[in-house]
C-alpha cells in the first residue's frame, strides 16, 4: 500500500501569513490521485483539492495545490481564522485508499 | 444537493452488534459507490472499504474483515455498515463516503459515532 507522510505535525501561525503542507508517499500516485481535505473539531472531513492541483467547487482561490509523483503541497496563501483545522492528504490512485497522518495548523 | 445523511450515536455493550445507516440523496444512488471511513478519538482517518451499488459487492481493507460488513438497500438509497462483536477500540466516528473510479470521496456524511463501553 502507498505510505503518505505529512509534515510538519503541527504549523503555528498567524492569521494572514502563508501556510505550506507537505505531503510525500511511499511510491508515485498514479495520475496525481492526490486530494487534501479539511477538518474542524467535530465535523466531517471537506474535500479542498482534488487530482493533486484542482480546487473542489466553492473553495476560496487562497487554497492551492501542486506536487507530482511522490511529492505534494498544499499551500493556504493567507491564513483566515476559519482555516484553523487538521488537513489531510489522501491518494485515491491504488486499492486501498490511503491517508496521511494530518496536519494540524494552529493559531500562534 | 449531494447529500449523505447518516444515522445518531449509538452507545453499545461489548459483544453487541450494531448497524449505522447512511442515506444518500439528491443523485442517482447506483451510479456512485460509497466508501467507510473510521476515525478513532483524537486520530487520523482510516479508509474501511467500499460497496458497489450496483451489484452490492464489498470491499474490504486489510484490518476490516471479519466483523465488519457493508450492505445496501437501494430501493431506500441507503448504505449500511454492520459491526459486530464490538469491541472497546471500535470506539470512533464511523463516515461514509462518495467514491467513483479516478474520483476523491466527495462528499461525507456527517459521521456517526459508536462508543462501546460496559
Known amino acids: 500500500e502507498i505510505v503518505l507522510t505529512q509534515s510538519p505535525g503541527t504549523l503555528s501561525l498567524s492569521p494572514g501569513q502563508r501556510a505550506t503542507l507537505s505531503c510525500r508517499a511511499s511510491?508515485?500516485?498514479?495520475?496525481?490521485?492526490l486530494a487534501w481535505y479539511q477538518q474542524k473539531p467535530g465535523q466531517a472531513p471537506r474535500l479542498l483539492i482534488y487530482g493533486a492541483s484542482s480546487r473542489a467547487t466553492g473553495i476560496p482561490d487562497r487554497f492551492s495545490g501542486s506536487g507530482s509523483g511522490t511529492d505534494f503541497t498544499l499551500t493556504i496563501s493567507r491564513l483566515e481564522p476559519e482555516d484553523f483545522a487538521v488537513y489531510y492528504c489522501q491518494q485515491y490512485g491504488f486499492s486501498p485508499l490511503t491517508f496521511g497522518g494530518g496536519t494540524k495548523v494552529e493559531i500562534k | 444537493q449531494v447529500q449523505l445523511v447518516q444515522s445518531g450515536s449509538e452507545l453499545k455493550k461489548p459483544g453487541a452488534s450494531v448497524k449505522v445507516s447512511c442515506k444518500a440523496s439528491?443523485?442517482?444512488?447506483?451510479?456512485?459507490?460509497l466508501s467507510w471511513v473510521r476515525q478513532a478519538p483524537g486520530q487520523g482517518l482510516e479508509w474501511m472499504g467500499w460497496i458497489n451499488t450496483n451489484t452490492g459487492n464489498p470491499t474490504y481493507a486489510q484490518g476490516f474483515t471479519g466483523r465488519f460488513v457493508f450492505s445496501l438497500d437501494t430501493s431506500v438509497s441507503t448504505a449500511y455498515l454492520e459491526i459486530s462483536s464490538l469491541k472497546a477500540e471500535d470506539t470512533a466516528v464511523y463516515y461514509c463516503?462518495?467514491?467513483?473510479?479516478?474520483?476523491?470521496?466527495?462528499?461525507w456524511g456527517q459521521g456517526t459515532l459508536v462508543t462501546v463501553s460496559s
Open positions: 463516503a462518495r467514491i467513483r473510479q479516478q474520483l476523491p470521496l466527495h462528499p
Open positions: 511510491q508515485s500516485v498514479i495520475s496525481n490521485y
Open positions: 439528491g443523485y442517482t444512488f447506483t451510479t456512485y459507490a
